[in-house]
């Protein structure tokens, strides 16, 4: 479904991404992950196609994005941490408006369950500025998902949102890869990278360090078997120095 080979974006003499290649699979929801300026967000745009990459290949469900973007991006969503919206339509009205340019043919049947998955049915007719910054970023992610695309990147798809739209968003993500889309996680939050990614990408300095099963790269990072959740992966793959020691747990005093 995502197939990446040699990917290598350059500004000017600065190499943001250096010689990157993974592949994503139908039904895998890939996290990836890195340091403060390890490329992630470069790379989320090449692989959708709103930079040119300076050299590799990138292959969207069989198609070349660059050489024939259009078919390749007609089967992806990119969904920012920062929602893009129109201040003067309502929600329903960015629906519609999606659905004329990706020509989804009755679109009300799938807007409907759509915004009700997400719990903003009742905001069908309010303008952004009457959102809640949560609400606004529900109403971006069902815009993207109203195409029903094979390939989703989610750029801290968290952002905004309070306890329950966290558990929702979780529960969307894991279905469409249950349905068989290919998923990009970039998020910092490595808690929820381990509880709903099959797989992990580690980047530092534009570089890949490694990628896997959550499994895989655990096992290779633990010093002793199951030692390591992937916090104390993350330290051991991108620092140079020792992971900072973990908060021993407090004993109970027994009472005299």
Not at 155 to 171: A, N, Q, S, V, Y
Request: hydrophobic share 40%.
């Amino acid at each position: 479904m995502i197939e990446v080979a040699g990917l290598t974006k350059l500004y000017g003499d600065f190499v943001a991404v250096n010689e990157l290649s993974f592949a994503v699979q139908a039904g895998e929801v890939m996290g990836l992950v890195g340091p403060n300026g390890a490329g992630k967000t470069t790379t989320l745009r090449c692989l959708a196609g709103i930079i040119p990459p300076t050299r590799g290949a990138i292959r969207i469900c069989g198609g070349d994005l660059t050489r024939d973007p259009l078919p390749a991006k007609k089967q992806l969503a990119f969904l920012t941490d920062e929602p893009r919206l129109f201040d003067y339509l309502t929600v329903w009205q960015h629906l519609n408006f999606v659905a004329r340019i990706y020509q989804v043919k009755d679109w009300e049947r799938l807007a409907t369950p759509l915004l009700e998955e997400l719990e903003i049915a009742d905001k069908r007719d309010k303008l952004p500025g009457e959102l809640s910054r949560g609400m606004k970023q529900k109403l971006a992610i069902a815009c993207g998902l109203l195409h029903s695309p094979k390939v989703i990147y989610f750029d801290e798809p968290l952002t905004g949102l309070d306890p329950i739209g966290i558990r929702r968003m979780k529960d969307s993500i894991l279905k469409r890869a249950r349905d068989g889309a290919a998923i990009i996680i970039s998020s910092h939050l490595l808690h929820l990278v381990e509880e709903i990614c099959s797989h992990i990408l580690i980047l530092k300095n534009g570089r890949k360090v490694i990628d896997g099963t959550i499994a895989e790269i655990t096992q290779k990072f633990s010093q002793q078997a199951g030692d390591a959740n992937l916090e104390e992966v993350f330290f051991r793959a991108t620092s140079d120095v020792p992971a900072p020691p973990q908060t021993p747990a407090v004993s109970e005093v027994p009472k005299p």
